[in-house]
């Protein structure tokens, strides 16, 4: 009797700590299936207005949800921390699944083959008609070093922007159409006071950024950065010495370029609002909306023209964002339907309207709201001559920082500012900008 | 003391501790780690982060544009210090004082304090441009200058001197004053009055109350503030930062700068490391003075 009742509480003991093991296999097997329904984690920079835009993006996934039953949890990425957000994520911080991204050279060459962006080359069937619906331009945004990234969405592409009221004053017609028409406009656009302080300059070569205003002058003039394989400099040549010259010549001989543009506290948008200056070389998509919508009193005193044309070409300055998918992701596949979704003709639409956001893809800027003004019609003119900002180098983006201290902004401001010798300038940075690119060229 | 009361002391001094070792200590050492090792973003994922010694310490020191941020640097810490203290001291003394309208003026010196620096910044930088400057206007109008004062973008220098270091110097000292202000303040109304009252009898004049009443029974805030003024000189960054990049041509560049520069523009994380290695040098090597003094004046 006591043995049985020992052996049936030994039984009973088995079976209750199998029924215990099995509770605990279910339970995992349940954590295993909300694993597996764990939301794609979908990262985006905020563009235009950030209701309107974060209202549009939200409409996109909640059809792309109701379509495929995948869920997605959408984080908007504030600009003031995005870049370092993404510098984190190059180098092994918490990263979404995929994202909205930009820079794909430099947070590839920093994340290697470990972080960062993850080639989807396996599914670049799925945009069979890619090259054909999209500028080509921006699909150099997306490829790196033989590997397909993802879809470009939004191109920042830039044209001459210039005063209506300041040419008609001045008894010009149009906009300058190349460097020497730039030179005689401005000249004429150029007025002093009796002290002889200037009370409107003629030009100014781009926007804030002054490295990014030179890119496009130097392709103009029949430059190139670095050699294909984005290994060797290729700056110290006469096309790099005859576009500082140029520009040079329209500060300290020609008058008609403040001296100030490469300092921090120079606001070019500012002084073009205030009448304080006529033209603008080369200016980001979104001034066109910002002037239309903040300053809807200087409607029809400004308007936008494709790129001056160079000694050489017309190419103007151009860069991607596009979406694509992280390394680490366990969603791989989710992501590239989420992306082939979002990347159909009338959700690329409707983003781009939200946004104001230039679009890569050629129906969006053959629809009317690409055409219902003269600037955005300047803007899809533009994307012909697109040429992609970004270089095969990952150092690319820190040679043409903004600041005192990067290659590009040093020999700038040494041949421009300071008015050093431009030869010894230009050879001087050729040497700097090689020491940069070997950092990455020799991994 | 009790065993309990201890327990009570040391469980109050925790939070703070562990939020000091955590975001404060730990940080630092992990910054003074990095300098002794090679650590370019770019190569960090082939190389690895091999140790290297005092190799960015030297390449730091090899560097003229470093260099030049240190004498900034020191110029920017000495003029911002001296000028807050002194127009500290003579605003302290003004706010000290009793008559009608007192709660306004005190008011308005604290406004300065209510604008964060990067705010302040912006508001100056429109201020301060050449072209759009309501101070060149005004002072154009009158007549005072017959061309504009280029205030953060004239490269012309005077030693480490020059205008645009002037410009930024005398944001960081606007921005600074309410807080010396203050500090100073509360050291002025903790002075007794019967020991001017006895200097008044002595026969003494506003300067020599001043010399030898206020100055000393204030030298002990002073020193706190000193200490704290230069530390925060030596680390300064947003105003520079914001206002002129570090240039025109390096004029304004401070080690802090130059190591933000080299970590997220150059994406050299060691070199940065090792400048700010070197603030952390500097602002230490006053700390221990300030200690030291404190140390010798408990003992006497």
Redesign the interface.
Known sequence: MTSDTTRNRGKNRTVSTLMRGAALAGALAAGVGTAAAEPVKFWSQPYGDLLQWQSSLEKNIQAFTAETGIEVDLQIINWSSA??NW?TV??GGAAPDCADMFWLYSFS???????GPKPINDHRSAWPELDKDFFPGSLTDVNWQGDFYGIPWRVDVRPILVSRTALDEAGLAAAPDNWDEIVAHAKALTKRDD????SRWGYNFGMTNAPQALVPLYWQAGGSFMSDDGKTATIDNDEMRATLQWMHDMIWEHKVV?P?F??????PQ??FV?G?LAMVGSVAPNWGSQLSSQYPELNGSWEMAIAPKGPKNRDTYSGAGYWGVLRGTDKEAECVKLIEFLSQNDQMQSLSEASSAVSPRRSVMASNYWADEPWKKVLSASLEYGRTSQHPS??WS?LV?P????VIYDMM?DAL??QKNIDEVVSAAQVRMQVEMN??S?? | MRRETLIFCYAMVAPALIFTILLGIYPMLASIRISFLEY???????TGTPWVGFENYLRVFNDP?FLQTVVNTGIFTVLAVSGVISLGLLLSQVLNEDYRGRSVVRLLVCVPWFVPPVVASAIW?WL?????SPINYLLMHWGLI???I?F??D?EAWGPFSVPMLSVTAVRIWNGLPFVVIFLLAGLQSIPRSLYEAAEMDGASILQKFRYVTLPLLGPVLGVLLMLLVMTGLGHFEINY?????????LT?TMAIYSY??A????RFDTAAAASGLILILTGIVCIYYIRGQLKKDVR
């Open positions: 870049f370092s510098l190059a180098q060459g920093i994340g290697g083959d470990k972080y002290n002889g302080n200037v403040n100030d490469m300092e921090p506290s120079y606001d500012a002084d205030s304080n990952p150092v820190a920082s600041k005192p201290g990067s401001y500012v300071a950092r990455s020799d991994n | 370019d973003l770019l190569r960090v994922h082939t544009k930088m301060l441009n050449t072209d759009r017959d061309s504009n280029r953060l973008t490269r914001i206002m002129t990049g570090g240039g025109p041509q390096n560049n520069q080299q997220f523009q150059n994406w």
